[in-house]
């Protein structure tokens, strides 16, 4: 069985990404242990993190800074776009 030079890149390729992707879910799992060890040290609750959050989005969102709310939605959590602006678009209503 012989293999030739593209199998032997993919296969190089898909072990390097494994073990890339095995690095990041151990890293995720040492952030969520600390995260959780702070949160006990200082009985922050997730509703109380984005707080300053909301106050923040409510503002822009009244100024009609509406791509403001969504980037700085996006920086936070991590959402995607449409994701954001969904998020946006929700507190939008809820104002009303």
Do not use: P
């Amino acid at each position: 069985m012989e293999f030739n030079f593209i199998e032997i890149i993919t296969l190089v390729a898909v072990i390097y990404l494994l073990s890339t992707i095995f690095r990041l879910e151990q890293r995720v799992k040492t952030l969520d242990y600390k995260v959780e060890q702070l949160s006990a040290q200082t009985d922050i609750t997730e509703e109380g993190l984005y707080e300053e959050l909301h106050q923040e989005l409510k503002v822009l969102i009244h100024q009609g800074k509406d791509v403001q709310a969504v980037k700085r939605v996006r920086e936070t959590k991590g959402l995607s776009l449409l994701e954001a602006k969904q998020y946006i678009d929700t507190l939008k209503l809820k104002e009303e």
